[in-house]
């Protein structure tokens, strides 16, 4: 999410996008990361539609990462990527 609040990309086929981009204008006005679990069992997670009985961790951090930077770069030229986190690890660009 740019800070005008242009989004790019998904996350989960759209079951969360909304918590997710509360997320973002959250940790763009606070300079915060976030990591958010939703899941079947959590109010909130199925409040905004994720009801596959899976859990999803989200975490949301400002740019400044290379790597999520690369990855946002790729996205933006319509080249196919994906950003896999680790709770213990850096961020991993694949596509």
Same mark, same amino acid.
């Given at each position: 999410m740019a800070a005008d609040g242009t989004v790019v990309g998904s996350v989960s086929g759209g079951c969360v996008e909304g918590a997710v981009y509360e997320l973002c204008r959250a940790a763009l006005e606070s300079g915060l990361p976030v990591l958010q679990r939703f899941g079947y069992s959590d109010e909130d997670a199925f409040a905004v539609g994720l009801t596959? /009985?899976?859990?999803? +961790?989200?975490?949301?951090?400002?740019? /400044? +990462?290379? #790597? !999520?930077? #690369? #990855?946002? #770069? !790729? @996205?933006?030229? +319509?080249?196919?990527? !994906? @950003?896999?986190?680790?709770? +213990? @690890? !850096? *961020? @991993? *660009?694949? /596509?």
């Amino acid at each position: 999410m740019a800070a005008d609040g242009t989004v790019v990309g998904s996350v989960s086929g759209g079951c969360v996008e909304g918590a997710v981009y509360e997320l973002c204008r959250a940790a763009l006005e606070s300079g915060l990361p976030v990591l958010q679990r939703f899941g079947y069992s959590d109010e909130d997670a199925f409040a905004v539609g994720l009801t596959c /009985g899976g859990v999803l +961790d989200v975490f949301v951090q400002r740019g /400044g +990462d290379p #790597a !999520a930077e #690369a #990855a946002l #770069a !790729a @996205a933006e030229r +319509d080249i196919p990527v !994906a @950003a896999a986190y680790g709770h +213990d @690890a !850096a *961020p @991993a *660009p694949t /596509g």
